[in-house]
Protein backbone atom coordinates (compact mmCIF):
# COMPACT_ATOMS: atom_id res chain seq x y z
CA UNK A 1 0.00 0.00 0.00
CA UNK A 2 0.70 3.86 -0.81
CA UNK A 3 1.96 5.60 2.07
CA UNK A 4 -0.36 9.03 2.58
CA UNK A 5 1.50 9.88 5.12
CA UNK A 6 5.18 9.57 6.59
CA UNK A 7 6.36 10.70 9.91
CA UNK A 8 10.09 10.32 11.18
CA UNK A 9 11.56 11.25 14.10
CA UNK A 10 8.82 14.05 14.80
CA UNK A 11 9.82 16.08 17.56
CA UNK A 12 8.08 19.19 18.10
CA UNK A 13 8.72 21.95 21.53
CA UNK A 14 7.16 24.80 23.06
CA UNK A 15 9.90 26.84 24.67
CA UNK A 16 11.14 24.22 26.65
CA UNK A 17 8.24 22.04 27.37
CA UNK A 18 9.29 18.83 24.69
CA UNK A 19 5.49 17.72 23.74
CA UNK A 20 6.76 15.47 21.49
CA UNK A 21 9.65 12.96 21.53
CA UNK A 22 10.57 11.05 18.77
CA UNK A 23 7.30 10.14 16.83
CA UNK A 24 7.71 7.81 13.89
CA UNK A 25 4.43 6.37 11.76
CA UNK A 26 3.02 5.45 8.33
CA UNK A 27 -0.21 5.41 7.56
CA UNK A 28 -1.49 4.23 4.17
CA UNK A 29 -4.15 5.39 1.55
CA UNK A 30 -7.48 4.52 3.34
CA UNK A 31 -6.46 3.84 6.20
CA UNK A 32 -8.23 4.89 9.17
CA UNK A 33 -6.01 5.63 12.09
CA UNK A 34 -7.24 6.37 15.95
CA UNK A 35 -4.91 7.81 18.31
CA UNK A 36 -5.73 7.86 22.15
CA UNK A 37 -4.08 8.55 25.23
CA UNK A 38 -4.35 10.84 28.38
CA UNK A 39 -4.21 14.79 28.42
CA UNK A 40 -1.54 16.16 27.55
CA UNK A 41 0.38 13.41 25.96
CA UNK A 42 0.41 15.12 22.86
CA UNK A 43 -1.77 13.41 20.38
CA UNK A 44 -3.76 16.62 19.82
CA UNK A 45 0.14 18.51 18.58
CA UNK A 46 1.17 15.41 16.84
CA UNK A 47 -2.19 15.84 14.97
CA UNK A 48 -1.81 19.25 14.39
CA UNK A 49 2.17 19.00 12.84
CA UNK A 50 0.28 16.97 10.30
CA UNK A 51 -0.59 20.08 8.61
CA UNK A 52 1.25 22.25 10.09
CA UNK A 53 -0.99 23.90 12.16
CA UNK A 54 1.96 23.67 14.59
CA UNK A 55 5.38 24.55 13.63
CA UNK A 56 7.73 21.44 13.33
CA UNK A 57 10.55 21.49 15.77
CA UNK A 58 12.76 18.78 14.23
CA UNK A 59 12.25 15.49 11.90
CA UNK A 60 10.29 14.66 8.65
CA UNK A 61 6.53 15.33 7.84
CA UNK A 62 5.54 14.03 4.30
CA UNK A 63 2.01 13.99 3.13
CA UNK A 64 1.25 12.57 -0.50
CA UNK A 65 5.11 12.98 -1.40
CA UNK A 66 5.02 16.61 0.37
CA UNK A 67 7.69 17.03 2.48
CA UNK A 68 5.86 19.72 4.95
CA UNK A 69 8.72 20.07 7.17
CA UNK A 70 11.33 21.69 3.97
CA UNK A 71 10.27 25.43 3.52
CA UNK A 72 10.04 25.61 -0.05
CA UNK A 73 7.12 23.42 -0.01
CA UNK A 74 3.72 25.38 -0.23
CA UNK A 75 2.05 24.67 2.52
CA UNK A 76 -1.10 26.60 1.37
CA UNK A 77 -1.13 23.93 -1.24
CA UNK A 78 -0.61 20.85 0.65
CA UNK A 79 -3.59 22.08 3.03
CA UNK A 80 -6.15 22.13 0.52
CA UNK A 81 -5.28 18.18 0.98
CA UNK A 82 -5.66 17.60 4.29
CA UNK A 83 -9.20 18.73 5.55
CA UNK A 84 -9.40 19.27 9.70
CA UNK A 85 -12.61 19.18 11.78
CA UNK A 86 -12.00 20.75 15.16
CA UNK A 87 -13.20 19.96 18.73
CA UNK A 88 -14.91 23.80 18.41
CA UNK A 89 -15.96 23.45 15.32
CA UNK A 90 -14.74 26.87 14.33
CA UNK A 91 -17.41 27.30 12.01
CA UNK A 92 -17.10 31.02 10.10
CA UNK A 93 -19.82 32.66 12.50
CA UNK A 94 -20.65 35.70 10.27
CA UNK A 95 -21.46 33.47 7.05
CA UNK A 96 -24.26 30.93 6.30
CA UNK A 97 -24.07 27.55 6.26
CA UNK A 98 -23.80 27.12 2.67
CA UNK A 99 -21.27 30.11 1.91
CA UNK A 100 -19.55 28.16 5.17
CA UNK A 101 -19.11 24.94 2.84
CA UNK A 102 -18.55 27.14 -0.33
CA UNK A 103 -15.93 30.12 0.77
CA UNK A 104 -12.68 28.08 0.79
CA UNK A 105 -13.16 26.63 -3.02
CA UNK A 106 -14.56 29.67 -4.26
CA UNK A 107 -11.67 31.97 -2.81
CA UNK A 108 -9.03 29.38 -3.90
CA UNK A 109 -10.36 28.74 -7.34
CA UNK A 110 -11.29 25.74 -7.45
CA UNK A 111 -14.80 26.07 -8.51
CA UNK A 112 -17.15 29.22 -9.48
CA UNK A 113 -19.84 30.13 -6.62
CA UNK A 114 -22.86 28.18 -8.63
CA UNK A 115 -21.09 25.04 -8.65
CA UNK A 116 -19.84 25.31 -5.53
CA UNK A 117 -22.98 26.04 -4.32
CA UNK A 118 -24.81 22.49 -5.90
CA UNK A 119 -21.48 20.61 -4.62
CA UNK A 120 -22.25 22.23 -0.85
CA UNK A 121 -25.88 21.02 -1.24
CA UNK A 122 -24.48 17.47 -2.08
CA UNK A 123 -22.49 17.56 0.78
CA UNK A 124 -24.91 18.98 3.30
CA UNK A 125 -27.60 16.61 2.24
CA UNK A 126 -24.82 13.88 2.93
CA UNK A 127 -24.28 14.90 6.19
CA UNK A 128 -27.93 15.48 6.67
CA UNK A 129 -28.31 19.29 6.71
CA UNK A 130 -29.90 20.21 3.56
CA UNK A 131 -32.60 22.09 5.31
CA UNK A 132 -30.12 24.38 7.04
CA UNK A 133 -28.18 25.34 4.15
CA UNK A 134 -29.23 29.29 4.50
CA UNK A 135 -29.32 29.62 8.22
CA UNK A 136 -26.33 30.93 10.67
CA UNK A 137 -24.00 28.41 12.66
CA UNK A 138 -25.22 30.08 15.51
CA UNK A 139 -28.80 28.62 14.99
CA UNK A 140 -27.29 25.18 15.03
CA UNK A 141 -26.84 22.75 17.75
CA UNK A 142 -23.24 21.31 18.35
CA UNK A 143 -23.83 18.22 16.50
CA UNK A 144 -25.17 19.86 13.39
CA UNK A 145 -22.60 22.52 14.22
CA UNK A 146 -20.10 19.99 14.00
CA UNK A 147 -21.26 17.84 10.73
CA UNK A 148 -21.01 21.42 8.84
CA UNK A 149 -17.54 21.76 9.68
CA UNK A 150 -17.02 18.43 8.28
CA UNK A 151 -19.23 19.27 4.91
CA UNK A 152 -16.56 22.52 4.79
CA UNK A 153 -13.61 20.01 4.87
CA UNK A 154 -14.81 17.76 2.17
CA UNK A 155 -15.65 20.73 -0.28
CA UNK A 156 -12.15 21.21 -1.02
CA UNK A 157 -12.13 17.21 -1.93
CA UNK A 158 -9.26 16.29 0.19
CA UNK A 159 -8.25 12.75 0.18
CA UNK A 160 -7.11 12.97 3.75
CA UNK A 161 -9.15 14.13 6.97
CA UNK A 162 -7.81 14.90 10.29
CA UNK A 163 -9.97 15.06 13.32
CA UNK A 164 -9.25 16.64 16.56
CA UNK A 165 -11.37 15.56 19.53
CA UNK A 166 -14.64 15.72 16.96
CA UNK A 167 -17.33 14.82 19.99
CA UNK A 168 -15.33 16.59 22.87
CA UNK A 169 -17.46 19.53 23.00
CA UNK A 170 -20.49 17.93 22.39
CA UNK A 171 -23.65 16.87 24.55
CA UNK A 172 -23.54 12.91 25.04
CA UNK A 173 -27.00 12.71 22.50
CA UNK A 174 -24.90 14.41 19.80
CA UNK A 175 -21.82 12.24 19.62
CA UNK A 176 -23.96 9.46 17.42
CA UNK A 177 -24.94 11.85 14.62
CA UNK A 178 -21.01 13.35 14.02
CA UNK A 179 -19.51 9.30 14.69
CA UNK A 180 -21.99 8.41 12.00
CA UNK A 181 -20.85 10.54 9.70
CA UNK A 182 -17.52 9.68 9.93
CA UNK A 183 -18.07 6.37 9.99
CA UNK A 184 -19.54 6.80 6.46
CA UNK A 185 -16.68 8.51 5.33
CA UNK A 186 -14.14 5.89 6.62
CA UNK A 187 -16.36 3.18 4.46
CA UNK A 188 -15.79 5.24 1.58
CA UNK A 189 -12.08 5.03 1.93
CA UNK A 190 -10.76 8.02 3.35
CA UNK A 191 -7.73 8.17 4.87
CA UNK A 192 -8.13 9.64 8.32
CA UNK A 193 -6.27 9.92 11.81
CA UNK A 194 -8.69 10.46 14.48
CA UNK A 195 -7.82 12.10 17.83
CA UNK A 196 -11.13 11.12 20.49
CA UNK A 197 -11.70 9.38 23.32
CA UNK A 198 -14.65 7.69 21.99
CA UNK A 199 -13.41 3.72 22.51
CA UNK A 200 -16.48 2.55 20.60
CA UNK A 201 -15.36 4.20 17.53
CA UNK A 202 -11.76 3.39 17.69
CA UNK A 203 -13.04 -0.32 17.84
CA UNK A 204 -15.37 -0.54 15.28
CA UNK A 205 -13.79 1.82 12.54
CA UNK A 206 -10.65 2.29 13.58
CA UNK A 207 -7.74 0.07 11.35
CA UNK A 208 -4.89 0.66 14.00
CA UNK A 209 -4.93 2.22 17.08
CA UNK A 210 -1.81 4.34 18.52
CA UNK A 211 -2.03 5.20 22.26
CA UNK A 212 0.18 8.16 23.16
CA UNK A 213 1.71 8.98 26.34
CA UNK A 214 4.65 11.67 27.34
CA UNK A 215 5.08 12.50 23.86
CA UNK A 216 5.56 9.18 22.56
CA UNK A 217 4.19 6.52 20.74
CA UNK A 218 3.97 3.99 23.72
CA UNK A 219 1.84 1.10 21.63
CA UNK A 220 0.26 0.76 18.54
CA UNK A 221 -1.65 -1.92 16.40
CA UNK A 222 -4.90 -3.11 15.13
CA UNK A 223 -7.74 -2.25 18.19
CA UNK A 224 -8.47 -5.35 19.05
CA UNK A 225 -4.71 -5.69 20.07
CA UNK A 226 -4.56 -2.40 21.64
CA UNK A 227 -7.79 -2.27 23.19
CA UNK A 228 -8.61 -6.11 23.90
CA UNK A 229 -5.00 -7.27 25.18
CA UNK A 230 -2.48 -4.41 25.67
CA UNK A 231 0.91 -5.26 26.55
CA UNK A 232 2.44 -1.59 27.98
CA UNK A 233 1.60 -0.87 31.79
CA UNK A 234 0.68 2.77 30.75
CA UNK A 235 -1.90 1.46 28.61
CA UNK A 236 -3.52 -1.07 30.59
CA UNK A 237 -3.56 1.78 32.94
CA UNK A 238 -5.16 4.33 30.88
CA UNK A 239 -8.11 1.81 29.22
CA UNK A 240 -8.56 0.98 33.01
CA UNK A 241 -9.36 4.23 33.87
CA UNK A 242 -11.64 4.87 30.48
CA UNK A 243 -13.20 1.38 29.52
CA UNK B 1 -35.97 85.61 13.58
CA UNK B 2 -32.82 86.09 13.83
CA UNK B 3 -31.16 83.09 13.60
CA UNK B 4 -33.21 81.81 10.67
CA UNK B 5 -31.90 84.86 8.52
CA UNK B 6 -28.12 84.46 9.70
CA UNK B 7 -28.77 80.61 8.44
CA UNK B 8 -29.93 81.60 5.82
CA UNK B 9 -27.71 84.37 4.48
CA UNK B 10 -24.75 82.19 5.40
CA UNK B 11 -26.28 78.93 3.81
CA UNK B 12 -23.80 79.12 0.90
CA UNK B 13 -20.69 79.92 2.58
CA UNK B 14 -21.38 76.67 5.30
CA UNK B 15 -22.31 74.61 2.53
CA UNK B 16 -18.18 74.73 1.63
CA UNK B 17 -17.37 74.25 4.78
CA UNK B 18 -18.96 71.41 5.53
CA UNK B 19 -17.97 69.95 2.19
CA UNK B 20 -14.39 71.13 3.33
CA UNK B 21 -14.70 69.32 6.83
CA UNK B 22 -16.41 66.11 4.99
CA UNK B 23 -13.69 65.92 2.56
CA UNK B 24 -11.14 66.36 5.75
CA UNK B 25 -12.95 63.59 7.48
CA UNK B 26 -13.79 61.27 4.97
CA UNK B 27 -10.02 60.91 3.32
CA UNK B 28 -8.12 61.17 6.55
CA UNK B 29 -10.37 58.23 7.98
CA UNK B 30 -9.70 56.24 4.98
CA UNK B 31 -5.72 56.59 5.10
CA UNK B 32 -6.39 56.02 8.66
CA UNK B 33 -7.80 53.07 8.28
CA UNK B 34 -5.08 52.06 5.80
CA UNK B 35 -2.79 52.84 8.45
CA UNK B 36 -4.42 51.23 11.21
CA UNK B 37 -4.74 47.57 9.22
CA UNK B 38 -1.02 47.88 8.03
CA UNK B 39 0.17 48.93 11.51
CA UNK B 40 -1.58 46.70 13.67
CA UNK B 41 -0.28 43.74 11.50
CA UNK B 42 3.28 44.92 12.56
CA UNK B 43 2.00 45.52 16.02
CA UNK B 44 1.10 41.56 15.96
CA UNK B 45 4.10 40.41 14.10
CA UNK B 46 7.10 38.77 15.30
CA UNK B 47 9.73 41.47 13.72
CA UNK B 48 10.89 43.36 16.65
CA UNK B 49 11.63 46.59 14.20
CA UNK B 50 8.10 46.88 12.36
CA UNK B 51 7.00 46.46 16.65
CA UNK B 52 9.40 49.06 17.45
CA UNK B 53 8.35 51.63 14.40
CA UNK B 54 5.05 51.51 15.68
CA UNK B 55 5.19 51.64 18.87
CA UNK B 56 7.54 55.18 18.74
CA UNK B 57 4.37 56.35 16.36
CA UNK B 58 1.68 55.14 19.18
CA UNK B 59 3.40 57.27 21.90
CA UNK B 60 4.31 60.31 19.66
CA UNK B 61 1.00 60.57 18.68
CA UNK B 62 -0.63 59.92 21.71
CA UNK B 63 1.55 61.39 23.90
CA UNK B 64 1.16 65.15 21.97
CA UNK B 65 -1.83 67.08 21.62
CA UNK B 66 -3.49 67.36 17.98
CA UNK B 67 -2.83 70.93 18.48
CA UNK B 68 0.77 71.08 18.56
CA UNK B 69 0.88 67.97 16.03
CA UNK B 70 -0.75 70.51 13.68
CA UNK B 71 1.49 73.35 14.22
CA UNK B 72 4.72 71.21 14.07
CA UNK B 73 3.48 69.67 10.83
CA UNK B 74 2.16 73.04 9.43
CA UNK B 75 4.70 75.49 10.39
CA UNK B 76 7.35 73.64 12.08
CA UNK B 77 8.53 71.18 9.07
CA UNK B 78 8.42 73.84 6.57
CA UNK B 79 11.11 75.77 8.13
CA UNK B 80 13.21 73.07 8.61
CA UNK B 81 13.10 71.81 4.97
CA UNK B 82 12.32 74.77 3.08
CA UNK B 83 9.22 74.08 1.51
CA UNK B 84 5.51 75.10 1.15
CA UNK B 85 2.06 72.97 2.38
CA UNK B 86 -0.72 72.54 0.16
CA UNK B 87 -3.07 73.31 2.63
CA UNK B 88 -5.48 70.15 1.90
CA UNK B 89 -3.01 68.10 2.03
CA UNK B 90 -1.38 69.16 5.26
CA UNK B 91 -5.21 68.68 6.54
CA UNK B 92 -4.91 65.81 5.31
CA UNK B 93 -2.37 64.10 6.22
CA UNK B 94 -2.33 65.45 9.86
CA UNK B 95 -5.55 64.25 10.62
CA UNK B 96 -4.57 60.51 8.94
CA UNK B 97 -1.63 60.64 11.07
CA UNK B 98 -3.41 61.28 14.22
CA UNK B 99 -6.39 59.23 13.80
CA UNK B 100 -4.30 56.31 12.05
CA UNK B 101 -2.59 55.77 15.69
CA UNK B 102 -6.03 55.26 17.43
CA UNK B 103 -7.28 52.92 14.50
CA UNK B 104 -3.98 51.12 15.16
CA UNK B 105 -4.77 50.16 18.50
CA UNK B 106 -9.27 49.68 17.64
CA UNK B 107 -8.36 47.26 15.42
CA UNK B 108 -5.40 45.30 16.95
CA UNK B 109 -8.21 45.25 19.45
CA UNK B 110 -10.73 44.01 17.27
CA UNK B 111 -8.34 41.23 15.42
CA UNK B 112 -7.66 40.04 18.72
CA UNK B 113 -11.38 39.72 19.95
CA UNK B 114 -11.39 36.70 17.19
CA UNK B 115 -11.07 33.41 18.29
CA UNK B 116 -8.09 31.57 17.03
CA UNK B 117 -9.92 28.71 16.05
CA UNK B 118 -10.52 30.70 13.06
CA UNK B 119 -7.50 31.70 11.44
CA UNK B 120 -6.39 27.76 12.13
CA UNK B 121 -10.11 26.74 10.73
CA UNK B 122 -9.39 29.14 7.37
CA UNK B 123 -5.18 27.99 7.36
CA UNK B 124 -6.44 24.25 7.30
CA UNK B 125 -8.59 24.67 4.79
CA UNK B 126 -5.50 25.86 2.39
CA UNK B 127 -6.73 29.92 2.42
CA UNK B 128 -2.91 31.48 2.86
CA UNK B 129 -2.76 34.22 5.90
CA UNK B 130 -3.80 37.49 3.93
CA UNK B 131 -7.01 35.62 2.16
CA UNK B 132 -7.50 34.18 5.76
CA UNK B 133 -7.57 37.96 7.47
CA UNK B 134 -9.51 39.28 4.38
CA UNK B 135 -12.51 36.44 4.30
CA UNK B 136 -12.54 35.48 7.95
CA UNK B 137 -11.06 37.88 10.57
CA UNK B 138 -11.90 41.88 9.22
CA UNK B 139 -15.28 40.79 8.84
CA UNK B 140 -15.41 39.25 11.91
CA UNK B 141 -12.72 41.78 13.89
CA UNK B 142 -15.07 44.70 11.97
CA UNK B 143 -17.97 43.31 13.68
CA UNK B 144 -16.68 43.95 16.96
CA UNK B 145 -14.99 47.11 15.97
CA UNK B 146 -17.97 49.11 15.16
CA UNK B 147 -18.97 50.82 17.61
CA UNK B 148 -15.22 52.30 18.44
CA UNK B 149 -14.69 53.16 14.63
CA UNK B 150 -18.09 54.82 14.72
CA UNK B 151 -16.67 56.60 17.93
CA UNK B 152 -13.62 57.50 16.00
CA UNK B 153 -15.09 58.84 12.88
CA UNK B 154 -17.40 61.34 15.52
CA UNK B 155 -13.95 62.45 16.98
CA UNK B 156 -11.74 63.07 13.84
CA UNK B 157 -15.45 64.76 12.34
CA UNK B 158 -15.59 67.39 15.78
CA UNK B 159 -11.09 67.64 15.77
CA UNK B 160 -11.04 68.97 12.38
CA UNK B 161 -12.35 72.34 13.86
CA UNK B 162 -8.67 72.41 15.22
CA UNK B 163 -7.56 72.77 11.54
CA UNK B 164 -9.15 76.72 11.85
CA UNK B 165 -5.81 77.58 13.53
CA UNK B 166 -4.30 77.09 9.94
CA UNK B 167 -7.02 78.61 8.45
CA UNK B 168 -8.56 75.27 6.66
CA UNK B 169 -12.22 77.27 5.91
CA UNK B 170 -14.01 74.18 7.71
CA UNK B 171 -17.53 74.54 9.74
CA UNK B 172 -15.26 76.51 12.44
CA UNK B 173 -13.31 78.58 10.46
CA UNK B 174 -15.81 79.20 8.44
CA UNK B 175 -18.13 80.62 11.42
CA UNK B 176 -14.87 82.65 12.60
CA UNK B 177 -14.62 84.69 9.57
CA UNK B 178 -18.63 85.35 9.63
CA UNK B 179 -18.33 86.35 13.47
CA UNK B 180 -15.26 88.32 12.88
CA UNK B 181 -17.42 90.35 10.52
CA UNK B 182 -21.24 90.62 12.54
CA UNK B 183 -20.27 90.17 15.50
CA UNK B 184 -23.02 87.60 15.99
CA UNK B 185 -21.08 85.31 17.82
CA UNK B 186 -24.00 83.38 19.94
CA UNK B 187 -26.33 83.06 16.89
CA UNK B 188 -23.15 82.07 14.44
CA UNK B 189 -21.67 79.80 17.00
CA UNK B 190 -24.93 77.96 17.63
CA UNK B 191 -25.28 77.23 13.61
CA UNK B 192 -21.90 75.77 13.66
CA UNK B 193 -22.43 73.89 16.31
CA UNK B 194 -25.67 72.84 14.97
CA UNK B 195 -24.15 71.46 11.61
CA UNK B 196 -21.65 69.41 13.56
CA UNK B 197 -24.52 67.82 15.90
CA UNK B 198 -26.83 67.10 12.70
CA UNK B 199 -23.78 64.95 10.82
CA UNK B 200 -23.24 63.04 13.94
CA UNK B 201 -26.46 62.11 14.25
CA UNK B 202 -26.94 60.74 11.09
CA UNK B 203 -23.56 58.77 11.73
CA UNK B 204 -25.12 57.13 15.26
CA UNK B 205 -28.41 56.12 13.06
CA UNK B 206 -26.42 54.78 10.50
CA UNK B 207 -24.59 52.86 13.04
CA UNK B 208 -27.34 51.33 14.62
CA UNK B 209 -28.67 50.35 11.43
CA UNK B 210 -25.80 48.32 10.67
CA UNK B 211 -25.67 46.55 13.95
CA UNK B 212 -29.18 45.48 13.14
CA UNK B 213 -28.42 44.34 9.94
CA UNK B 214 -25.20 42.10 11.06
CA UNK B 215 -26.16 40.00 13.85
CA UNK B 216 -25.86 36.58 12.07
CA UNK B 217 -28.43 35.18 13.52
CA UNK B 218 -27.69 35.53 17.20
Known amino acids: ?243 | MKIIELAVQHFPSYVNALLLTLEATVFSLIIATLIGIIFSLFKMSKNKVLRGIVAVYLSVIRGTPLMVQILFIYFGLPMAFGFRWDLTVACVLIMSLNAGAYMTELIRGGIESVDKGQMEAARSLGLSYPQAMIKVILPQATRTMLPSIVNQVIVTLKDTSLLSVISFRELTQNTKIIVANNMEALTMYFICGLYYWIVVNILTLLQNNIERRTKFGK
Do not use: W
Open chain 1, 1 to 243: MESKISVRNLKKSFGDLQVLQDISTEITEGEVVVVIGPSGSGKSTFLRCLNRLETITAGKVIVDGFDITDKKTDINEVRQRIGMVFQHFNLFPHMTVKENVTMAPVTLKRADQEDADKKAMKLLERVGLADKADVYPAQLSGGQKQRVAIARALAMDPDIMLFDEPTSALDPEMVGEVLAVMKDLAQRGMTMVVVTHEMGFAREVGDRVLFMDGGYIVEEGTPAQVLGRPKQPRTIDFLSKVL
